[in-house]
């Protein structure tokens, strides 16, 4: 894989940008479709959002001032947009975020794209209710494994702050799941 320094200055070089961001795209679209898709659940919804986070980058790029790593930036764009998008759909639709999310997760077993067994879709079923960022930090840190120091670059809050969300995340998870 290339370095991430060389990545960035290919970049911002006219001569070199398509070629280096196509080698982007390609070495971070899966994880950045993977986050998005639990942002949004919704494949064709993650799709949009994961092309328009592309865009972003690629219009932004000259502005990265690498004081986090670019995958971080990346992530932080694709949060973003996730979020705005949400915003927008539930604005378009005249329900509130949370009504939002209960109709995505409800729509999950439709969506033919979705391969989880019932207790996936009780996971998911249990995310919904957890408020945005505990959410957030709760999908960063299960599905994705990054470490507190990576969530804190992409959602620009302390550790201890995102230690606090994912353990009260986990509990209200462990109750959710629980109950019958």
């Known amino acids: ?43 064709d919804d993650a799709d949009d959002v994961l092309q328009n986070t592309f865009i972003k980058v690629y219009k932004n790029i000259e502005g990265f001032k690498a004081e ?46 979705f391969e989880g067994d019932e207790i996936q879709l009780k996971l ?9 960022k505990q959410k957030l930090v709760f999908n960063m840190k299960y599905f994705q494994e990054m470490k507190y120091e990576e969530i804190s670059e992409v959602l620009e809050t302390s550790v201890g702050g995102l230690k606090a969300s994912y353990h009260l995340a986990v509990k209200k998870i462990e109750a959710y799941l629980t109950e019958d």
């Open 1 to 43: 894989m290339i370095a991430e320094e060389t990545l960035v200055a290919e970049l911002k070089n006219p001569d070199s940008r398509s070629r280096a961001f196509e080698t982007l795209v390609n070495t971070y679209k899966e994880r950045l479709y993977w986050h998005i898709r639990r942002i949004v659940m919704n494949h």
């Open 68 to 113: 986090s790593k670019l995958y971080s930036w990346m992530y932080r764009i694709a949060t973003n947009e996730s979020l705005t998008f949400l915003k927008q759909r539930s604005s378009k639709m005249g329900v509130s975020s949370e009504e939002l999310q209960q109709s995505l997760v409800d729509n999950l077993q439709s969506d033919v794209y």
């Open 124 to 132: 998911q079923k249990a995310l919904a209710t957890l408020p945005e």
